[in-house]
């Protein structure tokens, strides 16, 4: 029984990777899929993917891909030479499970990813959302008011509802309005403190010198879009030179908070980052890298999110098309 139930799942497993290769040689050729991943592991915030799933997606990435450094997969798409089925891998944010779990995990399957950082969290030891997500969520209090809107605080739903609330009504101002928004939030929570939620300037030097590569985030995430131009261009400039004083090197890349063309950054954002002096920029719009000379500062990405082997690969391969 046990010989059969192997058998079977060997040849499912075979004809994965036969779909696969035809995908990839029949529309693949010179295309770079690279992944988005963001929080993983145990984390108070909604988004966090779980540790094993994680590690799970990074094993078939292995045994059906061809995981790809970015720096060199950038480099053989430009020269026309990328291998088929490449992938590379990118982590947003800088969250602390950056270096305690997924760094870790990178190292244990013989894998490289390039951290985008927000550099005020390097400083504050948090980003904006966390510490919303962290107040609702802990606050002593059974019922809270936040930008004229009652909330009720009694079960973890409702905390988990407040906090989607807040999170949304937030995301979108600019960081002066969010800053104005979320003191009195914390006015409200009477809950104030939260620490060692993000990567250290020390970790940051660590993953570099482990081969993992460091792109910028701008300072305080913010969507660009809410902000006027000076300010973009300051939040832009700043988390490049502070991440370039911390590693004492150029900093290339850069991805736009949240991510999405037209919605969270435009043109003029665009040419911010040219002018910069960045090599490549990295939206969260779904799609891959074809034409490095074309995309190069909005180059696409992909976020899996598939809990099935069969489900996440073919869909990872269908990228390619
Ligand atoms: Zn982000």
């Known amino acids: 029984m046990l010989l059969m139930v192997e058998g079977i799942s060997h040849m499912i497993s075979h004809l994965i990777s036969l779909f696969v290769n035809v995908i990839a040689s029949l529309f693949g050729k010179n295309k770079l899929s690279i992944l988005t991943y963001h929080r993983v592991g145990s984390s108070g915030n909604a ?3 779980n540790e094993a799933l994680f590690e799970q997606q990074l094993l078939w990435i ?3 891909f061809n995981p790809i450094d970015l720096t060199e997969g950038l480099a053989l798409q430009k020269a026309g030479k990328l291998p088929p089925r490449s992938v590379a891998i990118t982590i947003d944010d800088g969250y602390a499970d950056s270096f305690n779990t997924i760094f870790p995990l990178l190292k244990k399957h013989q894998l490289t990813a ?6 005020a969290g390097l400083q504050e030891q948090y980003l904006w959302d966390e510490l919303v997500a962290f107040t609702v969520i802990n606050t002593p209090k059974r019922a809270i008011s936040f930008n004229n809107k009652h909330y009720s605080l009694i079960s973890i739903e409702e905390r988990h509802h407040c906090m989607k609330s807040c999170l949304e009504e937030i995301k979108y101002c600019s960081v002066k309005k969010r800053n ?4 009195t939030l914390l006015n409200e929570t009477e809950l104030t403190s939260l620490n060692n939620q993000f990567l250290t300037k020390e970790q940051v030097v660590i993953l570099s010198d482990s081969g993992m590569g460091i792109g910028a985030h701008t300072h305080n ?3 660009l879009m809410s902000e006027i131009e000076r300010d973009a261009q300051q939040e832009i400039q700043q988390s490049k030179s502070i991440l370039e004083g911390i590693l004492g090197k150029d900093v290339h890349y850069f991805a736009y908070p949240n991510g999405r063309y037209q919605q969270d950054f435009d043109d003029t954002h665009i040419a911010m980052v040219k002018e910069a002096g960045f090599s490549a920029a990295f939206s969260t719009d779904w799609g891959l890298l074809s034409h ?3 995309d190069r500062f909005q180059i696409k990405r992909f976020t899996p999110w598939h809990e099935t082997e069969s489900r996440f690969v073919l869909s990872l391969a269908l990228n390619y098309c």
Do not use: G, Q
């Open 47 to 49: 988004i966090a993917m």
């Open 62 to 64: 292995k045994r059906y």
């Open 114 to 119: 390039t951290f985008f950082i927000s550099t």
């Open 180 to 183: 104005e928004l979320i003191k």
């Open 221 to 223: 995430h913010p969507i």
């Open 292 to 294: 490095f000379n074309l």
